[in-house]
Nanobody, 119 residues
Framework: QLAESGGGLVQAGGSLRLSCAAS????????VGWFRQALGKEREFVAV????????HYVDSAKGRFTISRDNAKNTVYLQMNSLKPEDTAVYYC??????????????WGQGTQVTVSS
């Protein structure tokens, strides 16, 4: 089971840190990804991290602004988002599965957390 938190309303240029907490089972063998879905749009990949190796990958629009990290002791993955833009507004989901940009490679999903960036 995955649970996101940390979403909210922020002005453009601001920062938020999203958390994805795993419970009920170990996710040590899974990669964890962040995806987002804006209103009226398809869900898109944002970032992914291997649970044990720390290898990461980002969508181009997130490079240099977002940082994905993990704390294995807390069974938690984070997405630090800086220099936020109105186009970052979306529901953000974390998911556990195979290291991939393809959402269909992820088996477990959280319920999502809303991020709204005002201009």
């Amino acid at each position: 089971q995955l649970a996101e938190s940390g979403g909210g309303l922020v002005q453009a240029g601001g920062s938020l840190r999203l958390s994805c907490a795993a419970s009920g089972r170990t996710f040590s063998s899974y990669a964890v990804g962040w995806f987002r879905q804006a209103l009226g749009k398809e869900r898109e990949f944002v970032a992914v991290i291997t649970w044990s190796g720390g290898t990461t990958h980002y969508v181009d629009s997130a490079k240099g602004r977002f940082t994905i990290s993990r704390d294995n002791a807390k069974n938690t993955v984070y997405l630090q988002m800086n220099s936020l833009k109105p186009e970052d507004t979306a529901v953000y989901y974390c998911a556990a599965g195979v290291y991939s940009v393809d959402e269909y490679k992820y088996r477990y999903w959280g319920q999502g957390t809303q991020v709204t960036v005002s201009s």
